[in-house]
């Protein structure tokens, strides 16, 4: 199994709302990571978690929360965002030396 | 720090026709590179990576990459392109290490043309 799957791939959410985007991979990788991408841009790091422990945050407002219950899943928790939070939320796994990431498939979140 | 610059922002190409998408890379540091690629609405899918050795790397889907220390390119190839070729490149590197960030380019759209 070479796959991470992400959920849900899209979401609409209001400004107060609050919501969860959800990540999971079964390859044993100990890294797993956020992205954010917008349209025609390449994507930008948010957080990496390394052995369950965030290792980097890319200085990434409050109102987006990672947490990594155990090695095989991530979540992205959002609160009070806004509509410039608009964009494709990837996430990836890696294991080796090297740094191979493997990514999921997005969700694609508009906030409204 | 490394840094990737995609010298194209946009190809187009005919089909059978064959294409070349530049990536130069800058590092103080060796690294691992690689090229994914994402169609629409997809998430990134990896073509190929060059992480040692041989430095003609292949990939999927019919790609090739050319790993050039000298010149700090790892320019991607392809022979004959077809129209399900169509979608974003991005050449990335990193450090290596197991929680160590990818550095994109800002990607090279490939259009096919029939």
């Known amino acids: 199994d070479t796959e991470v799957t992400q959920t849900p791939k899209h979401l609409v959410m209001g400004m107060t709302n609050k919501k969860s985007l959800k990540c999971e991979q079964h390859m044993g990788h100990r890294a797993m990571y956020w992205y954010k991408q917008k349209a025609k841009k390449p994507p930008e790091l948010m957080f990496v978690y390394s052995y369950e422990k965030l290792s980097i945050n890319e200085s990434v407002p409050s109102r987006f929360s990672p947490e990594c219950p155990n090695s095989s899943l991530l979540n992205l928790h959002l609160h009070a965002l806004q509509p410039e939070d608009s964009a494709l939320y990837l996430c990836a796994s890696s294991q080796d030396r090297v740094g191979e990431a493997f990514f999921g498939q997005g969700t694609r979140l508009t906030v409204v | 720090a490394q840094s990737v610059t995609q010298l194209d922002s946009q190809v187009p190409v005919f089909e059978e026709a064959p294409v070349e998408l530049r990536c130069n890379y800058s590092?103080?540091?060796?690294?691992?590179l690689f090229w994914y690629v994402q169609y629409p609405n997809q998430g990134l899918q990896l073509l190929l990576k060059?992480?040692?050795?041989?430095?003609l790397v292949k990939g999927i889907n019919g790609f090739e990459a050319e790993f050039n220390k000298s010149q700090t390119s790892f320019h991607l190839r392809k022979p004959s392109v077809h129209i399900s070729d169509t979608a974003e490149y991005f050449c990335a590197v990193t450090k290596g290490g197991r929680a160590q960030k990818l550095v994109f380019g800002q990607g090279t759209r490939l259009t096919i043309n029939p």
């Open positions: 060059y992480l040692s050795g041989s430095t």
């Open positions: 590092s103080s540091v060796s690294v691992y």
